[in-house]
C-alpha cells in the first residue's frame, strides 16, 4: 500500500518479498470502516467488495452483543468480511498497475543508512544484491529484520496465552454464519470462510497453556470443540491450522532517520477485534503521501517526523485495547459474570459505539496544525460526505482523493483559484451538505489520506495570510495568485 502510494505520486519504488508465492492462508477476516474508507478515497474499494461479504458489526472480546457499526457516521458502517490473501492480492494488483518493482523471493539481510541514503542487503536466487534507495519501510511483519537492524527497540510482553486456528471441514456446521460457545470450558467461535471449509478458533486461557510453536494436531482442535461445545461439528480435513499468543510489542520509534516501520513491524498484539491487517493499512496510508511530498521536495523533514507522532499512538491504543481485551477472554466463573455485566453495557448506544469507534480506527484523529488558529475541523477524520459545486453540481468528497492529492476546499465568493498543480486539487464548493460543522468555513486544506490539516473559517482577519502559509507549510511552493 506505502509502495502504491508513493508509485502515484511518481516515486520510484520498490517491494522486498521473501516469499516466492503469496502465502494461501489468511490470518485476518476483516476490513473495517476506516480501511474501507481510505480504499474508497483511491477508488479502489469496489475490487475488494466484490469479493467480500460486508456485515453490519464487529465485536470487542467477544461480549454480545456486537458492536453496532450500522450507526457510525460514515458511508462505510460495516465490516467486510475478506481473507487476507485476496485482499493482499488486490493490494498487490494495485501495485503492479502502477508500475511498482515487486521482486519476490527475495530476503532482507542487513540494513545500512548514512546522511545520504539507504542500502539493503538482499539474498535473491542469484545470490546477494544491495539496493540504495532514499528511504526505507520495514512492513516485515512481527519478525521485522528492518527493524532489528535499524536498531529500534520492541519493548513489551511475550505470550502468556495460546490460541488455536482451525481452517476444516465440518460435516454438521454450526446453522449460524457467527457461531459462538463460551462457558466455564473455554470458547469457541466458528465461521464460514470459503464453499465448505469454516474457521474453527479455541481459547481457554484459564486452562494448561500450551507453547506457541507447538504444532496443533486435529485431536487437540476434536477434543476442544467436544469439552467447549459438546459436539466436534464433524471436524475432519485440515487445510491449516495455527497457534497463536497475546504477545505485545510496540517499536520505540517508527523511524530511525531514513527507515520506517508499518504494520506488524510496528505493532505486535492479540488479534482481538480483528484490527492488525487494519491498523497497518492506515499506517501506509498516513507514510505513503508524506514520503512522497518529501522526495518529490515539497516538504521537508518535519512532514515525515509527524508519522511517529501520528501513529505511534494510535499503536499504544491498539496494544492496550486488545490487552484488555484479552483480559476479558476469562471464562472462569467470576470471568463470566464480568462478561455478563459488560454486555448489558454494550446494549447502551453510547458505550457500544464508544468501542466501535475504538476498533474501526474512526476516533482515530491527527495532529491539528499548531500554526494555524484552532478550528475544530483540525485533525479531524474526514467521513465521505456530498459536496454541493458551486456550478450547482454535487459529488461526493472522497471523489477529489482518488489520485492521492491534497484537496483544497474553498467557500470563497470571490474564489481563490489556484494554478493547476498535479498535487492539489482545488474544490470550489458552494456548501457540504448536511455537515454543521462546515457551515463557517472559508477555506479547509485536506490531506490526501482523508484528514484536514486545517480549517479557516470566514471570520478569520487575516484569512488570506493564513491560508496562503498554510499551503505553503504543506504543498510545498505553492504559487499563490491573491498575494
Ligand atoms: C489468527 C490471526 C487472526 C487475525 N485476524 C485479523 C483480522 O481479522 N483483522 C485484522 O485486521 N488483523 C488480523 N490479524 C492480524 C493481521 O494478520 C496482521 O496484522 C497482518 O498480517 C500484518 O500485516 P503486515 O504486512 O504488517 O505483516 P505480515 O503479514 O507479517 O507480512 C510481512 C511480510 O514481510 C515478509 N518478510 C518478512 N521478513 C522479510 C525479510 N527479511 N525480507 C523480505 N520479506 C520479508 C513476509 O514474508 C511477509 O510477506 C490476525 C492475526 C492472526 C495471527
Known sequence: MTASELAMAGVRTCVVERLEKPSPYSKALTLHPRSIELLEMRGLFDRFKEKGRPLPSGHFAGLNPALDFSLLDTRSNYTLFLPQTETEKVLDEHARSLDVCILRGHEVLAVRQNDENAELVVQGPDGLTFLTAAYIVGADGAGSTVRKQAGIAFPGTDASITAVLGDVSLDNPPNSNFYTSMNEEGAVVIVPLSPGIYRVLSIAPHMPQRLLHEPVTLEELKKDLLRICGTDFGINHPVWMSRFGNASRLAERYRSQRVFLAGDAAHIHFPAGGQGLNVGLQDAMNLGWKLAAVINGRASDWLLESYHKERHPVGAELLRNTQIQTKMFDFTRDGLHMRGLLSDLLTFPEVNRYLAEQITALSVTCLPDEKMPEHQLNG????????????????????????????????????????????????????????????????????????????????????????????????????????
Do not use: N
Not at 455 to 469: G, P, Y
Open 380 to 483: 479531524k477524520r474526514l467521513p465521505d460526505f456530498e459536496v454541493m459545486l458551486r456550478d450547482g453540481t454535487s459529488k461526493q468528497l472522497y471523489s477529489f482523493l482518488h489520485s492521492g492529492s491534497f484537496v483544497f476546499v474553498t467557500f470563497d465568493e470571490e474564489s481563490i483559484q489556484l494554478p493547476s498543480l498535479p498535487h492539489i486539487k482545488t474544490v470550489e464548493a458552494k456548501s457540504m451538505l448536511e455537515r454543521p460543522e462546515w457551515k463557517d468555513v472559508k477555506a479547509a486544506l485536506i490531506r490526501p489520506d482523508g484528514y484536514v490539516a486545517w480549517a479557516v473559517d470566514h471570520s478569520e482577519t487575516d484569512a488570506k495570510r493564513l491560508i496562503s502559509e498554510g499551503l505553503q507549510r504543506w504543498c510545498g511552493h505553492v504559487p499563490i495568485p491573491f498575494l
